[in-house]
């Protein structure tokens, strides 16, 4: 394929994580619709894992302007483990798979496909070496987080937190005391609902702050910075992020961004990429089930719990008398892989269905759907929003504590169950939401909520400028080499 100079050609390097490729790909898709040539970087465990399960992939790995390039993630070839813990992976990619990375970046050689120069990165905001690399050789760099606004400006004021002796907590600490440095949240943000790592550190030399506090210091040079998020959900949060870093994309939500694009004359469908293998037979199960009437349960991809939480959980459910469809992970019990459905399960299987991995968009927007017990990562919230499902937050550590409590604080489309895992206060939050007077008002907000999120990406709506506008900054970086 011949070179055209100044052609915009953006890498695309993700976390390697369930949270983190399928939504940079859904960006890459766009990116290809408005003519952009992309390189995508995985690791190459990842890769493989994504071949196997998702049927949609390889006909976008044809197409003339996209490809994958991977790198080795830098563990042993016969690590066999599940999920990694996020920070080890962080680490051996950072420490063991930079030269490939350069390598791929810029060459020494010629293109073996003849494509033009990388003008433009789209660095993952927590994968450092994806933007070190870029810096090193002067590549442009945007930033990519793949968390809400707000937990991007909790984390963003860490520094900040540690100067004013707000963190780590004293000792003996009230966890429902306010947090005063973060601006725009002082009102609600409490010290619980900071990323759980805030909780740990007992001393300003702690590991895990330390480490947010070098990622942090590093997104502060950022010139530019995209968001899976959009104004009206976000607005506030997003306004204070600009006062730092001026030029901030909104182009949330993603999935429904890439669907006003497919809706208006077709491409090719990556929205249902995903590494694990999914089971649809709870869709045929849903379609019997009565309008509102299933708790959709799923705790995402990686968070873990301890058996005795699981059955909490479950007795909870059972308790609330409701229907439910459970997404039970062959790794969702710590330190047990493969464990079938807990023996006590058995009994209560006509009102529940339990699958390993469903197609969780398409299950949101089932109408037998009538709430969504979730962890809160971002994705699984911003799907929640997007299909005006009210969600019962369980937040498990990082940014699902203050997703959580924009859920239930500021958003008001559900409730935050932080901290607490009892049987009766499961069954208490499900009858809430389900079925109490509470529950028509939750359900009016978040159908409301999904109206805003639609608009958004539609045609002229916040998400679809910002996309546009976005496109525009990488063609000027790409033809002058330079950040605007
Ligand atoms: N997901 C899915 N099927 C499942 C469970 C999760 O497709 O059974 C998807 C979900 O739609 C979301 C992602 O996995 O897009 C989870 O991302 P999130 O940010 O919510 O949490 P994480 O897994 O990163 O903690």
Not at 131 to 143: D, R, S, T, Y
Not at 363 to 385: D, I, M, R
Not at 396 to 410: E, K, L, P
Request: aromatic share 8%.
């Amino acid at each position: 394929m011949a070179e055209v100079a100044g052609e915009p050609h953006v890498l695309i390097f993700p976390f390697p994580a369930q949270g983190h490729v399928p939504t940079m790909l859904k960006l890459a898709e766009l990116f290809l619709l408005a003519g952009l040539r992309i390189t995508f970087i995985n690791t190459e465990r990842i890769h493989r894992r994504l071949l196997l399960n998702s049927p949609t992939l390889p006909p976008l790995a044809r197409l003339p302007r996209f490809r994958f390039r991977t790198i080795p993630d830098g563990l042993p070839e016969d690590d066999r483990r599940a999920s990694v813990p996020l920070q080890e992976l962080e680490e051996s990619i950072r420490t063991r798979s930079r030269e490939p990375y350069r390598d791929l970046l810029a060459p020494a050689g010629r293109d073996p496909d003849e494509w033009p120069s990388v003008t433009c990165v789209v660095a993952d905001g927590s994968l450092p070496l994806s933007w070190e690399v870029a810096e090193e050789v002067g590549i442009p760099v945007i930033f990519f987080r793949t968390s809400s606004a707000c937990a991007f400006w909790a984390y963003y004021r860490i520094p900040d937190l540690i100067k004013g002796g707000e963190i780590p907590f004293p000792e003996e600490a009230d966890w429902d005391e306010k947090v005063r440095g973060v601006p725009g949240m002082e009102s609600f943000l409490r010290r619980r609902d900071l990323p759980s790592f805030c909780r740990n550190a007992k001393t300003t030399s702690d590991r895990g702050l330390q480490s947010v506090d070098n990622a942090t210091a590093s997104t502060r040079r950022a010139r530019a910075l995209i968001l899976n998020t959009f104004e009206s959900l976000e607005g506030p949060v997003l306004s204070h992020i600009r006062s730092a870093i001026p030029i901030t994309y909104a182009l949330g939500p993603l999935h429904l961004l890439v669907k006003t694009f497919e809706n208006g004359g077709s491409f090719v469908t990556i929205n249902s990429v995903r590494l694990s293998q999914e089971d649809r037979s709870c869709m045929t199960w849903l379609d019997s089930q009565p309008p509102r009437s299933v708790v959709y349960v799923s705790f995402g991809s990686v968070a873990v719990m301890s058996r005795e939480e699981l059955m909490e959980f479950w007795h909870g459910l059972v308790d609330s008398g409701e229907r439910f469809l459970w997404v039970l992970r062959s790794d969702l019990v710590e330190g047990k892989t493969g464990e079938a459905v807990p023996a006590e399960a058995e009994g209560t299987r006509e009102r529940g269905c339990i699958v390993g991995w469903a197609p969780q968009e398409e299950v949101l927007s089932h109408p037998a759907v009538g709430c969504f017990l979730t962890h809160s990562g971002w994705n699984s919230t911003l799907e929640s929003v997007s299909a005006g499902v009210p969600m019962i937050c369980w937040p498990c550590f990082a940014d699902q504590q203050i997703n959580s409590r924009f859920v239930s604080d500021v958003w008001r489309i559900g409730a935050d169950m932080k901290d607490k895992c009892e049987r009766s206060i499961v069954e208490k939050m499900v009858r809430d939401v389900m079925v109490r007077e509470r529950a028509e008002r939750l359900r009016t907000s978040a159908m409301e909520m999904a109206e805003l999120a639609r608009r958004s990406v539609a045609k002229g709506g916040s998400s679809y400028r910002d996309y546009w506008s976005l496109v525009e900054h990488i063609r000027a970086i790409s033809s002058n080499g330079q950040q605007k």
